[in-house]
């Protein structure tokens, strides 16, 4: 129960991450400075829930499930809600959204940097946001306008909190929880 206090606590600091994603835009950085803020990660799995919001109707799509991450493999989405459906970003599927995960949190920021505008706040002591923007010459400038991801660093350990991708046609809310 105290362990449980203490991370609801934890995370109450974080929930501030709405107002200051707007503002992390105003932080570009380069990648060797995230990459000295950033915590580590290791591989969890975690419930979600997910909004997408298509800005071409005013359609909320609403879904859930579980969350799977493998270290240096990419991660795996199983939605339960609505529907069952799983989508993997491992090395052999969907390549540009696991070369952008698998770069992220193994610190390797050279194709970050060469696609990415990189942005970095931290919002309390132990909360941060990266964010990223593709550059006018990445092949991803045409579908996506940007990937911010928010999370907490708990001793050298980073948890994923939140992620939004705002793409030309859609913006897509994610919420991890249950980490573990």
């Not at 995370?11 to 570009?28: E, I, P, Q, T, W």
């Not at 950085?29 to 071409?56: D, G, H, L, R």
């Not at 911010?148 to 046609?169: C, H, P, Y």
Request: aromatic share 10%; net charge positive.
């Amino acid at each position: 129960m105290k362990k449980l206090i203490i991370f609801l606590t934890l995370c109450m600091g974080c929930f501030s991450l709405s107002v200051a994603a707007s503002d992390v835009f105003s932080h570009k950085v380069t990648a060797q400075t995230a990459a000295s803020q950033m915590p580590e990660f290791e591989s969890k799995t975690c419930k979600f829930n997910q909004s997408k919001y298509m800005t071409t109707s005013t359609v909320t799509l609403k879904s859930s499930g579980n969350f799977k991450f493998i270290k240096n493999q990419g991660v795996t989405f199983e939605t339960t809600y609505p529907i069952h459906s799983e989508n993997s970003y491992l090395a052999s599927h969907n390549k540009n959204i696991n070369a952008i995960v698998k770069s992220v949190v193994n610190k390797n920021y050279t194709y970050v940097e060469k696609n990415f505008d990189i942005y970095f706040m931290k919002t309390s002591s132990d909360c941060w946001i990266l964010a990223l923007r593709p550059k006018e010459n990445s092949p991803l400038k045409g579908d996506m306008r940007s990937l911010q991801i928010a999370g907490q660093t708990i001793g050298k350990d980073g948890l994923i909190q939140k992620m939004v991708i705002e793409t030309i046609n859609a913006t897509t809310t994610i919420n991890f929880s249950q980490c573990g």
